[in-house]
């Protein structure tokens, strides 16, 4: 590998270690933003997870694993382990953050699990007030379901959901349409009841909602954009380049006096050369190192906008003032030295109208120049093309003759 290709490699190397490192500072400088942001939208997905679909429907499916544990029977068992295996999974994370008990047709607990009380001691429909969530669901001896109590602090969503629920409960618990598959595993004549803390429910949906992957979504989304935006810049800096040389030299020979194009070839070059050196700009960009491009950039916009200050400052300034003024402070610095004060030259009193008088004299004369050797060319084609139609054989002839005629009269 030569050295130029091993610069290139250190050089690509450096800034992909600036880009992550930049990257590393602004998250780091907005980490308490990015963490009130994620609060933010925690809250809001915690409030509308309380009442979705995918929450609720888990305390039905619950009660299908309990009964098929507590029941014992081996074709509901291997039922649920076969086409759904995910609801014991999600009771198993879920039953730490809950109380529940099972109840059989005469009232008396069959299964439970009660953090504050004793787990076999009987559950009363008005305990479901003390938490934040309390769901009371029944199965009668068909298993025909029903939803008796909702209790919390979104009673009215969330029992509108699972009245939902359990109204379409083949496709919307278990997907699965064969309905007598799905009465086959149904619990028969048990209550079951479902009981979460604020501390509790909070807790859970923290689960499904982290907030420390929130964060780090936000400073990866940060990174990402760093990135893309780098990546965006090194495809901008060769059009940059362009654009401002272009507008650089169309504005500084804006300030040029015009003249007339088919006379001055130079100012046919010199515009073409406007077009080109920009492209070229443009294509060198994409082919050199970025510094290259980047500095091409720095240097032409600052010659616009020296070139935008300069032309203002001259449109509202006076040139005779201007020349009196540097004159008086000339003259202030020869004083000091003892030297006698500089007179103003006429010319230069009023240098600006008449170099542009001058100017427009030598363009009349031109034009003027033009004009008659034109006239002394059409005269002398006239002369010789008399009495012969003009490019004819005759009038070559004639030329000719005319032509030695007056060289032999000398």
């Given at each position: 590998m030569d050295?130029k290709?091993?610069?290139?490699h250190?050089?690509?190397?450096?800034l992909?270690?600036?880009?992550?490192l930049?990257?590393?500072?602004?998250?780091?400088?907005?980490?308490n933003t990015?963490?009130?942001?994620?609060?933010?939208e925690?809250?809001?997905?915690?409030?509308n997870?309380?009442?979705?679909e995918?929450?609720?429907?888990?305390?039905i499916r619950?009660?299908?694993?309990?009964?098929?544990k507590?029941?014992?029977?081996?074709?509901?068992v291997?039922?649920l382990?076969?086409y759904?295996?995910?609801?014991?999974?999600k009771?198993n994370?879920?039953?730490?953050?809950m109380?529940y008990?099972v109840?059989?047709?005469?009232g008396?607990?069959i299964?439970?699990?009660r953090?504050?009380?004793?787990?076999?001691?009987k559950?009363?429909d008005t305990?479901?007030a003390?938490?934040a969530l309390g769901?009371?669901?029944?199965f009668?001896?068909?298993?025909?379901i029903?939803i008796d109590?909702v209790?919390g602090?979104e009673?009215?969503?969330q029992?509108?959901?699972l009245?939902?629920?359990t109204?379409?409960?083949p496709e919307?618990?278990?997907e699965?349409e064969?309905e007598?598959e799905?009465?086959?595993i149904?619990?028969?004549?048990?209550?079951?009841?479902f009981?979460?803390?604020e501390?509790?429910?909070n807790a859970?949906v923290?689960r499904?909602?982290?907030?420390?992957?929130?964060?780090?979504?936000?400073?990866v989304?940060?990174?990402?954009t760093?990135?893309?935006?780098v990546?965006?810049?090194a495809?901008?800096?060769p059009i940059?380049?362009g654009?401002?040389q272009?507008?650089?030299?169309?504005?500084?020979m804006?300030t040029?006096?015009?003249?007339?194009?088919?006379?001055?070839?130079?100012?046919?070059?010199?515009?073409?050369?406007?077009v080109?050196?920009?492209?070229?700009?443009?294509?060198?960009c994409?082919t050199?190192?970025?510094?290259?491009?980047?500095y091409?950039?720095?240097?032409s916009?600052?010659?616009?906008?020296?070139?935008?200050v300069v032309?203002?400052?001259?449109?509202?300034?006076d040139?005779?003032e201007l020349i009196?003024?540097?004159?008086?402070?000339?003259?202030k610095k020869?004083a000091?030295k003892?030297?006698?004060?500089?007179k103003?030259?006429?010319?230069?009193?009023?240098?600006?109208?008449?170099?542009?008088?001058?100017?427009?004299?030598?363009?009349?004369?031109?034009?003027?120049?033009?004009?008659?050797?034109k006239?002394?060319?059409?005269?002398?084609?006239?002369?010789y093309?008399?009495?012969?139609k003009?490019g004819?054989l005759?009038?070559?002839?004639?030329?000719?003759a005319?032509y030695?005629?007056?060289?032999?009269?000398k």
């Amino acid at each position: 590998m030569d050295t130029k290709s091993k610069n290139r490699h250190k050089l690509g190397i450096v800034l992909i270690l600036g880009v992550i490192l930049l990257a590393t500072v602004i998250v780091l400088g907005n980490y308490n933003t990015f963490y009130k942001n994620a609060k933010k939208e925690q809250d809001s997905l915690t409030q509308n997870y309380r009442t979705s679909e995918s929450f609720m429907k888990t305390f039905i499916r619950d009660c299908y694993v309990l009964y098929s544990k507590e029941s014992g029977n081996e074709y509901n068992v291997k039922f649920l382990d076969d086409y759904y295996p995910e609801f014991d999974e999600k009771f198993n994370r879920q039953i730490a953050y809950m109380n529940y008990q099972v109840q059989d047709a005469n009232g008396e607990v069959i299964d439970g699990y009660r953090s504050n009380r004793d787990s076999w001691e009987k559950v009363k429909d008005t305990e479901l007030a003390d938490y934040a969530l309390g769901i009371k669901i029944s199965f009668d001896k068909n298993g025909e379901i029903k939803i008796d109590q909702v209790m919390g602090t979104e009673v009215t969503k969330q029992e509108a959901v699972l009245k939902i629920l359990t109204s379409n409960l083949p496709e919307k618990i278990f997907e699965y349409e064969d309905e007598s598959e799905i009465e086959n595993i149904s619990p028969k004549d048990r209550t079951y009841y479902f009981m979460m803390t604020e501390a509790k429910l909070n807790a859970y949906v923290m689960r499904v909602y982290p907030i420390t992957s929130m964060v780090g979504n936000a400073a990866v989304y940060t990174i990402l954009t760093l990135i893309l935006l780098v990546a965006l810049l090194a495809w901008l800096i060769p059009i940059l380049a362009g654009l401002t040389q272009y507008a650089s030299t169309k504005l500084m020979m804006a300030t040029q006096p015009k003249k007339n194009n088919e006379e001055d070839m130079s100012s046919q070059m010199m515009q073409s050369m406007n077009v080109t050196m920009p492209l070229m700009s443009v294509f060198f960009c994409f082919t050199f190192p970025a510094a290259i491009g980047i500095y091409w950039v720095a240097s032409s916009t600052f010659q616009l906008l020296q070139q935008l200050v300069v032309n203002s400052y001259l449109d509202k300034v006076d040139m005779d003032e201007l020349i009196r003024k540097n004159v008086e402070k000339a003259n202030k610095k020869r004083a000091k030295k003892g030297l006698p004060p500089q007179k103003v030259n006429q010319n230069a009193t009023a240098s600006l109208k008449h170099m542009q008088a001058v100017q427009e004299k030598e363009e009349a004369e031109r034009a003027e120049k033009l004009e008659k050797s034109k006239k002394q060319v059409e005269a002398s084609n006239n002369y010789y093309n008399k009495d012969a139609k003009p490019g004819s054989l005759a009038s070559k002839a004639n030329m000719v003759a005319r032509y030695n005629e007056k060289h032999n009269n000398k």
